[in-house]
Nanobody, 117 residues
């Protein structure tokens, strides 16, 4: 298992950008897939994007064309570049990790993203 710490959240106006980081500790980070999820007040946690250990990437339809996920295995870090932010993107964003094709079983503490209209 790896330990995860998110950073980069904050308050931004609609149309603005933020870049979230997910820093992982532990060995063999390149063998882990990492996903971003978010949870808005009163709503269930939802999938945002993932980058698999093979490099494959999937986005939720709601963020396609606006968000971009990437990883730097030398830094044990995954990034989520968020552009053209909307008020409905407001949520606590969590990163999670899974070993190769397993299920997600390591979670960070979350970082708040607030988009004002």
């Amino acid at each position: 298992q790896v330990q995860l710490v998110e950073s980069g959240g904050g308050l931004v106006q609609a149309g603005g950008s933020l870049r979230l980081s997910c820093a992982a500790s532990g060995r063999s980070f390149s063998s882990y897939g990492v996903g971003w999820f978010r949870q808005a007040p009163g709503k269930e946690r939802e999938f945002v994007a993932e980058i698999r250990w093979t490099g494959g990437i999937t986005y939720a339809d709601s963020v396609k064309g606006r968000f971009s996920i990437s990883r730097d295995n030398n830094k044990n870090t995954v990034y989520l570049q968020m552009n053209s932010l909307k008020p409905e993107d407001t949520a606590v964003y969590y990163c999670a990790a899974k070993y190769q094709w397993a299920t997600y079983n390591s979670w960070g503490q979350g970082t708040q993203v607030t988009v004002s209209s």
